[in-house]
Structures are given as structure tokens and as C-alpha cells.
């Protein structure tokens, strides 16, 4: 069974910065693809930033491109994803969720993703 942990949200002011982890458990070494996502009040659930379980190349959303960075740890066959959040701004508080994928997916859609975490809340103040 695939359980997805994420922990790290909290409080910051505006410019500084959060590592988000993922603790993943349950999915097949190297066929599958993790991601961030967030959902902010009243709006969906956005794409933030993924990468793959086997490596290669991460990929972001426009909006968090240059401050965003994914990625992953497998050591000891226990995988972490990690989000290192840098200059955050207000708009980027939201609920972030972690999620994987079975698949090699390069995309954006939500529900390309079949496992997701409880998330955990990022609040950036002005």
C-alpha cells in the first residue's frame, strides 16, 4: 500500500524560506513520478514542481520556476521528496500536497496522479 507523509509547512515572512519532505513508502523503485502540488482558498489544486523516481530532469511550474526546487533521496529503499521553497511570496500560501504517479508522467494534470498525501499548510505573510 502506498502512503505519502508530508511535513514542513508552517509560518514564514515574505523572502524567506521552507523545505517541504515527502516520505513515500509502497511504490516500485524507479516507475513512477512524484509532485507537488498546492491548492490555495477558493482555487484548484495547481501544479507546482515533479520529478521522476529514476532521476532526470525535474520540472516546475512558471510561477515557481528559479525559486522552487525539487528532489528526491532513495537511499535504503526509503524514498524522501523533498521541496526547497526560496523568496516565497504571499500567493504561494497554500495547502501542499505530495503525490506520485505510477508511471513516467511529464505533465501537469492532477489526475495523471494516483496516490496523494494530506497535506500540509504553507502560509507566507506580507
Known amino acids: 500500500q502506498v502512503q505519502l507523509v508530508e511535513s514542513g509547512g508552517g509560518w514564514v515572512q515574505a523572502g524567506g524560506s521552507l523545505r517541504l519532505s515527502c516520505a513515500a513508502s509502497?511504490?516500485?523503485?524507479?516507475?513512477?513520478?512524484m509532485g507537488w502540488f498546492r491548492r490555495a482558498p477558493e482555487n484548484e489544486r495547481e501544479f507546482v514542481a515533479a520529478?521522476?523516481?529514476?532521476?532526470?530532469?525535474?520540472?516546475?511550474a512558471d510561477s515557481v520556476k528559479g525559486r522552487f526546487t525539487i528532489s528526491r533521496d532513495n537511499a535504503k529503499n526509503a524514498l524522501t521528496v523533498y521541496l526547497q521553497m526560496n523568496s516565497l511570496k504571499p500567493e504561494d500560501t497554500a495547502v501542499y500536497y505530495c503525490a506520485a504517479a505510477r508511471k513516467m508522467y511529464y505533465g501537469s494534470a492532477p489526475a495523471a496522479y494516483d496516490y496523494w498525501g494530506q497535506g500540509t499548510q504553507v502560509n507566507v505573510s506580507s
Open positions: 509502497g511504490l516500485t523503485f524507479g516507475t513512477y513520478t
Open positions: 520529478i521522476f523516481g529514476s532521476g532526470g530532469v525535474p520540472y516546475y
